[in-house]
């Protein structure tokens, strides 16, 4: 297994961006890898890029239905390519700014007049303020699926900046968030574009948080150690567009920049479970569904849902001679694990599937990614009850994506899913970051 400190895997590679020649016209990569840790005391998923002139690594926090990159410029912002975007600009109108404003504070970055401008977000804290658009140097790694390799830049990359209070609640040392969600300014759309590679990416989440995962832009392979192509390995299902924004701010026509699937039921150990199958659907309004969110540490569940889902949980439970222990917050339904065995997959708990398009099509979550250990010798079911009429009855969250392989192809509205990588004999933390000169 591949692992490093976070810190050591920042300083390598800021010094490995110095060292590298300018990856020109001439160089075309296929794809590009990021690298993603999971932070402890948070449970958010973080990454490293390198932005601005002289080129400085940014702690960023992975939010995979993110509008957009936004970063702090309040504090300690230094670059000679900073670039404002003026009003009503070209990229102005590619962010759908439409906004026009003046700063009254000292001019620089975040602070100029005659620019337009975003809604930077938290999505862990929900709270979101104003913030300039701007164009920024930015650089990453080529990838040819096994290795990092050479870096490449692009010029102009789009973001917004935001204002230091926003940086609250999130892990320590991050200065903003890294959104993948489905807009023409995401990470995965402006790199494709950069880049002239497929508008998909693709995460894998480690379970671990002394190993590191990755985020993949561009299509495959995907190469884990010992020479697993985990992209050969997935089911697809279509990606469903929720006509309706789930951003703090949009327009009236704005359509959601999150990725939400067709989960048509759910499945304890083979048994399909009783609830209002309507929940399952997007109305007019927006409401309902099934999304994937990187800044849910938990799945979330419509009370009606939840309370169908664990009563049947515990019971099949019961079944295998599994025994009940004391609820441990934030989790309802907890176990001894006296009798749980051990598995490759993870605890020998009731499997759950999220039954997708046809009953052959399922998405397996296994002990490894149902099960939270909370101490010694009691683990729990790590989903958590979202309240009466949530805005979205299912959020698939972390724990239940890591050591998952997920392809997103947001030009053709399709998701490729592996399960688990452990029946694989993998897992996400096994990606080679050792680079390739």
Excluded at 194 to 201: D, I, L, N, V, Y
Excluded at 339 to 351: C, E, I, K, L, M
Excluded at 376 to 401: A, E, W
Aim: hydrophobic share 40%; charged share 15%.
């Amino acid at each position: 297994m591949a692992s490093y400190s976070l810190p050591y895997f920042l300083f390598i590679s800021f010094l490995l961006f110095i060292s590298a020649s300018y990856a020109g016209t001439s160089f075309r990569p296929a794809a590009l890898v990021i690298p993603v840790s999971k932070d402890a005391s948070t449970l958010q998923y973080l990454t490293a890029i390198h932005q601005r002139t002289p080129l400085v690594p940014l702690k960023l926090v992975v939010d995979l239905g993110g509008q957009f990159l936004w970063v702090d410029c309040g504090r300690n912002y230094v670059s000679s390519s900073y670039r404002p975007a003026r009003c009503r600009s070209a990229q102005c109108s590619l962010a759908r700014a439409s906004g026009c404003g003046e700063c009254f504070s000292a001019a620089g970055p975040g602070c100029n007049n005659n620019t337009c401008s975003l809604f930077p977000y938290n999505t862990v804290t929900r709270t979101g303020t104003g913030g300039e658009l701007a164009q920024e140097v930015v650089s990453f790694k080529s990838t040819d699926g096994s290795n990092p390799g050479r870096v490449v830049y692009v010029s102009k990359f789009i973001f917004s900046c935001s204002s230091t209070f926003l940086l609250e609640g999130l892990a320590s040392g991050v200065v903003g968030m890294a959104g993948l969600g489905r807009t023409k300014i995401g990470l995965p759309s402006q790199l494709a574009s950069a880049f002239s590679f497929h508008r998909k990416f693709a995460i894998c989440l480690s379970s671990s948080t002394a190993a590191y995962g990755a985020v993949f832009f561009g299509g495959g392979p995907y190469r884990m150690l010992p020479g697993i192509d985990a992209s050969q390995s997935l089911t697809y299902t279509p990606l469903f567009i929720n006509p309706v924004s789930t951003a703090s701010v949009f327009s009236g026509d704005e359509p959601s920049a999150e990725y939400f699937i067709g989960v048509k039921s759910v499945k304890i150990n083979g048994k399909a479970i009783k609830f209002d199958k309507s929940l399952l659907s997007i109305d007019e309004e927006g409401v309902g569904g099934t999304k994937i969110s990187t800044v849910n540490p938990y799945t979330v569940l419509d009370s009606s849902i939840y309370k169908a889902f664990t009563k049947a949980f515990i019971k099949a439970a019961a079944a295998m001679n599994i025994t009940r222990a004391a609820a441990v917050a934030p989790f309802d339904v907890c176990f001894s694990s006296k009798n749980v065995h051990s598995t490759r997959v993870g605890p020998s708990v009731p499997s759950i599937d999220l039954v997708l398009q046809n009953k052959s099509v399922f998405w397996r979550i296994v002990g490894a990614n149902s099960m939270v250990y909370v101490r010694d010798k009691v683990l729990c079911l790590g989903f958590v009850d979202g309240g009466v009429n949530p805005r979205t009855s299912i959020v698939i969250g972390g724990k239940q994506l890591e050591d998952n392989l997920l392809q997103f192809d947001i030009a053709t509205s399709k998701l490729g899913f592996s399960s688990s990588l452990r029946f694989r004999q993998t897992t996400c933390a096994n990606f080679n970051f050792t680079s390739n000169p």
